[in-house]
């Protein structure tokens, strides 16, 4: 079982970065799928972007695709995810999650907003 913890979540204006962290608790963080998820009021949670455990194979959500960089510290047992040329619809709770094998495993999710 893995814990994860995510941070880096505030307030910054259009077109501002911030990057989020989200830190795994375990031995073989390496052996997990990383991934980042958000959800807007009103809205369902989405894919924004996900890493292979190696770190060789990232993917993006096409709205996101250009802005945003993931990558994995494997010293640290983190995940991160750049976010530049932020803009008001990036605006949500972002949540890291962890998959191996069929199992998955969210964090409580870091408060993201984009003021216009």
């Known amino acids: 079982q893995v814990q994860l913890v995510e941070s880096g979540g505030g307030l910054v204006q259009a077109g501002g970065s911030l990057r989020l962290s989200c830190a795994a608790s375990?031995?073989?963080?390496?052996?997990?799928?990383m991934a980042w998820y958000r959800q807007a009021p009103g809205k369902e949670r989405e894919f924004v972007s996900t890493i292979s455990g190696s770190g060789s194979t990232t993917l993006y959500a096409d709205s996101v695709k250009g802005r945003f960089t993931i990558s994995r510290d494997s010293a640290k047992n983190t995940v991160y995810l750049q976010m530049n040329s932020l803009k008001s619809e990036d605006t949500a709770v972002y949540y890291c999650k962890a998959t191996k094998n069929d199992n998955e495993y969210w964090g409580q999710g870091t408060q993201v907003t984009v003021s216009s």
């Open positions: 375990g031995r073989t963080f390496s052996s997990y799928v």
